[in-house]
């Protein structure tokens, strides 16, 4: 873990000796970082994209099966099985890349250069975000790129803890950590947006059940 720390911070100098400033290199590193872990997302973000699009059969099930669990579970699995849908295939590339991003933390906290580095309203990156800006954009990118893959109204309240949670967590953190974190949300706003946006076929399988409800209430 120290050795993927000690070259993570030879790249992020590397950046800065190009650009000169260290607020904007964390910005590079961070997409470097984000594009090196990019096919992790990608299979993770196409289990989301299917599991989405089965959600609305999933609900019919649920209600449909409420009071027989086994039978419930026995219909799940049949309805995955037809779908191709691996709802644990998602989980391994969650996984790996904490391998790199437990090590990235550590560095950007104990950055010795951060001490005398200065980016737009920071005097230090070193130091805690003073005016709240980092914190208040984490918690902001977080919501919404939990909100955009979230399956049902009941996981709102739990977004928005988890939003309220990384405000609370980015107000101890230095700066440099804060630039690295919204850098990164908003990196993953933009790539579940593109993967995740509804398919012309599911588009029409929508319109289909849209137009069949339609009809049965007339």
Known sequence: MAAIGMYLGQLLKFIYDFVGNYGVAIIIFTILIRIVLLPFYVQQ???????????????????????????????????????????????????????????LFAMLRNYPAFSTASFLWLKSLAEKDPYFILPILSGVTTYISSAMIQTDNSQKSMNLIMSAFMIWITVSLPAGVGIYWVTSNIFQIAQQYFFLRPTESMKGESSNEGNNKNRKNR
């Not at 973000?45 to 009071?67: F, Q, R, S």
């Not at 295939?89 to 969650?94: A, E, F, I, N, T």
């Open 45 to 103: 973000m196409g289990t989301m994209k299917k599991m989405k699009e089965i959600n609305p059969l999933v609900e019919d099930l649920k209600k449909k099966y409420a009071k027989d669990p086994q039978k419930l579970n026995e219909e799940m699995m049949k309805l995955y099985k037809e779908k191709n849908v691996n709802p644990m295939s998602g989980c391994l590339p969650m996984l790996l890349p904490l391998i790199i991003l437990w090590p």
